[in-house]
């Protein structure tokens, strides 16, 4: 079966980085573009970015632009985070997920698969 768990995740000074990672196993994981989204307390769960399945094409939410990266191993069936200049805006649950094919979605109902979810904590 499909498994993805994330982690990385942490508490951090606004300013900081952080690495996040999501392992895959249970498919292949080369055939899937790959997500992460970010759910704050009281908020819906809202887009991060994506990556095709050969990692030539990526999308990020504004909000994220500039300051987060997505990329991928497809040897290592990962795919990671790259956050910097972090806000305490930022704070949130971090899912990656499954796309249901091999192209980007900004949508969650395109993805079929998540994680449990690594907890981010940026404090001012």
């Known amino acids: 079966q499909v498994q993805l768990v994330e982690s990385g995740g942490g508490l951090v000074q606004a300013g900081g980085s952080l690495r996040l990672s999501c392992a895959a196993s249970g498919h292949t994981f080369s055939n899937y573009a790959m997500g992460w989204f970010r759910q704050a307390p009281g908020k819906e769960r809202e887009f991060v970015a994506a990556?095709?399945?050969?990692?030539?094409?990526?999308s990020y939410a504004d909000s994220v632009k500039g300051r987060f990266s997505i990329s991928r191993d497809n040897a290592k069936n990962t795919v990671y985070l790259q956050m910097s200049s972090l806000k305490p805006e930022d704070t949130a649950v971090y899912s990656c997920?499954?796309?249901?094919?091999?192209?980007?979605?900004?949508?969650?109902?395109?993805?079929?698969?998540w994680g449990q979810g690594t907890q981010v904590t940026v404090s001012s």
């Open positions: 997920a499954r796309a249901i094919s091999s192209s980007i979605y900004t949508e969650r109902t395109f993805y079929d698969y």
């Open positions: 990556i095709t399945w050969s990692g030539s094409r990526t």
